[in-house]
């Protein structure tokens, strides 16, 4: 399945649009990686639970977008957009969406 950003890929066309896809995953934080943030907070750098927090719940939501196109005859996902909300204390959602089509094979 080819993923991309842009709205149409060069040197490729569209054959059938197939609608929109979409994939979310919410995940809350754990007591550990609070503490370890915590110091971080305290001596400065990359707050890696959290880091692996949201990278982890990102590719569980592109998985369930990608399920969902390939569930429709699609062979490519275009136009794809993340975004994150908060949906309570110390749970984020994130949401993945895009354009699932049919590209002409060559």
Same mark, same amino acid.
């Given at each position: %399945? #080819?993923?991309?950003?842009? /709205? ?6 569209? /054959?059938?649009? #197939?609608? #929109? ?22 001596? !400065?750098? +990359?707050?890696? !639970?959290?880091? /692996?927090?949201? *990278?982890?719940?990102? @590719? +569980?939501?592109? /998985?369930? %977008?990608?399920?969902?196109? @390939? *569930? %429709? ?11 994150? *909300? *908060? ?14 089509? @049919?590209?002409?094979? +060559?």
């Amino acid at each position: %399945m #080819l993923v991309s950003n842009l /709205e149409f890929l060069p040197g490729r066309t569209v /054959e059938r649009h #197939l609608g #929109l896809v979409q994939g979310s995953s919410v995940r809350s934080k754990h007591v550990g990686r609070d503490i370890a943030a915590s110091l971080k907070n305290f001596f !400065g750098g +990359e707050l890696r !639970g959290y880091t /692996e927090l949201l *990278s982890d719940s990102r @590719e +569980e939501a592109t /998985e369930r %977008m990608l399920k969902q196109a @390939e *569930s %429709m005859g699609a062979n490519a996902v275009l136009n794809v957009r993340y975004s994150t *909300s *908060s949906i309570a204390a110390g749970a984020a959602e994130i949401f993945v969406y895009g354009t699932a089509v @049919e590209l002409q094979v +060559e």
